[in-house]
Nanobody, 129 residues
Framework: QVQLVESGGGTVQAGGSLRLSCAAS????????MGWFRQAPGKEREFVAA????????NYADSVKGRSTISGDNAKNTVYLQMNLLRPEDTAVYYC??????????????????????WGQGTQVSVSS
């Protein structure tokens, strides 16, 4: 049984930092990707960042580019999201996601909800002004 378990959420003041972690168990995603999405109250789930294990390519949403870094530890089957200069609009539940799909374009790092097959339960990030 595949499980994705997030940790590291919390409440911070604007300008602060948080590091989210997502540990996967039950399978590896070496042929696919792991990433982060978020969902604020009343809004749709949106892409934040993702990375492919093979080659380490990354993709970021414009809203977090330059402020966030996604990284992974293959040996621990864990992906991290370091978020800096947090803003109140970053407040949301952050979900870890993973897939093992094969794409012919080896540079493609998916930012689409429907292309991720496994999801964590989410961790709350709240940023106060």
């Amino acid at each position: 049984q595949v499980q994705l378990v997030e940790s590291g959420g919390g409440t911070v003041q604007a300008g602060g930092s948080l590091r989210l972690s997502c540990a996967a168990s039950g399978r590896t995603f070496s042929s696919g990707a792991m990433g982060w999405f978020r969902q604020a109250p009343g809004k749709e789930r949106e892409f934040v960042a993702a990375m492919r294990w093979s080659g380490g390519r990354t993709n970021y949403a414009d809203s977090v580019k330059g402020r966030s870094t996604i990284s992974g530890d293959n040996a621990k089957n864990t992906v991290y999201l370091q978020m800096n200069l947090l803003r109140p609009e970053d407040t949301a539940v952050y979900y870890c996601a993973a897939h093992s799909r094969y794409f012919t374009n080896r540079y493609y790092v998916s930012d689409r909800v429907y292309e991720y097959d496994y999801w964590g339960q989410g961790t709350q990030v709240s940023v106060s002004s």
